[in-house]
């Protein structure tokens, strides 16, 4: 199975008003998602700064249906704005182990920050695990690897693939793909509320132990 992992395509960008700021940071997990130039003028002018977990549910065109902000870290307007700059860009179609194109639902986050002492938390940011498990060990004997799973969620939101974003984290996500019972996808639907199969990204944190 597949994800969409960067941008189609960049919608227009919208003539912004002219307001002195110092250049800001835009640091997003999907390159291109949100970029330094679409970091509001305003927001800089006052000194907002970032980290928005957002959610972003993408349909089978690549056009995103849907994005809410998950947790925020620093000014929630701003995490918002994220929202609105990431919901304007179209993606590459998620597509299932044969071709075909699939709704997506991607939870990921977008630092926006000025460079300085008092960023430095959200600059530090990184997206949180949705689960934790236990392994029986983990590769140069380290206490704990995060793992982003790309996962087909079916009609009645059951898993029924699971496998690694990464080919190089494929042994530790088959091992944590056996344990599908710690996830709780959401039955997902469309427009006319029909329930309907879709793909998602979750980042799982294996920790080295009995598992």
């Known amino acids: 199975m597949a994800h969409f992992l960067a941008l189609a395509a960049t919608a227009a960008a919208a003539a912004l008003p002219t307001v002195s700021a110092p250049a800001g940071i835009a640091d997003a997990d999907i390159p291109g998602m949100v970029t330094a130039q679409e970091y509001p ?35 929630a307007r701003l995490a918002r704005d994220v929202c609105r700059i990431a919901a304007k860009k179209r993606y590459n179609p998620a ?5 075909t194109p699939a709704f997506a639902v991607v939870t990921t986050m977008v630092r926006l920050y000025l460079p300085g002492p008092a960023t430095q938390e959200i600059a530090a940011a990184r997206l949180q695990p949705a689960a934790e498990v236990k392994v029986a060990t983990l590769r140069g004997n380290a206490a704990s690897a995060d793992v982003m799973l790309v996962t087909a969620v079916d009609v009645a939101g059951r898993i029924v693939e699971c496998g690694p974003k990464l080919e190089d984290q494929r042994d530790l996500a088959e091992a944590i793909c056996t344990r599908t019972d710690l996830f709780h996808p959401p039955v ?16 799982v944190r294996a920790w080295a132990g009995q598992g």
């Open 41 to 75: 003028p305003e927001a800089r002018a006052a000194g907002k700064s970032t980290a928005a977990t957002i959610e972003i549910r993408v349909d089978t065109t690549g056009r995103p249906q849907d994005c809410r902000v998950v947790a925020a870290l620093g000014d």
């Open 95 to 99: 597509r299932l182990r044969d071709g």
């Open 188 to 203: 997902v639907t469309d427009a006319k509320g029909v329930a309907m199969p879709y793909i998602a990204e979750t980042l």
